[in-house]
């Protein structure tokens, strides 16, 4: 296992399953999320200085976005990795579970 990656774990049994990230692509969610999680603590900040709400109302959709990117970004990488290799291992159910997923996301 190169050290940039961390270890799949993935199970047709329903066991816990692991990703593998590489540091680059977990170092680019986590500094994402820390950004969005600014956000939300200045729109908390907005409403309780009674801020216009349609200037909340920007900053929600800005909020709601940048973790739309992070799930973009999420779902490219479980695809090039996960779904590739649990279909490769002859786990097709990856298929079913990619596009209940993906529903999910596009609600």
Do not use: F
């Not at 994402?32 to 956000?39: A, P």
């Amino acid at each position: 296992m190169n050290h940039t990656e961390h270890e799949h774990c993935h199970d047709q049994e329903g066991s816990v399953r692991r990703s593998a990230h590489t540091d680059e692509i977990k170092n680019s969610l986590i500094t994402r999320l820390n950004r969005i999680e600014g956000q939300i603590r200045g729109l908390k900040g907005l409403i309780e200085k009674d801020t216009y709400c349609d200037d909340v109302l920007n900053q929600i959709a800005a909020a709601q976005s940048a973790l739309n990117g992070v799930g973009k970004l999420l779902l490219e990488h479980h695809m090039n990795s996960c779904v590739i290799e649990r279909i490769q291992q002859g786990d097709h159910a990856v298929v079913k579970e990619l596009l209940v997923t993906m529903n999910k996301l596009m609600k």
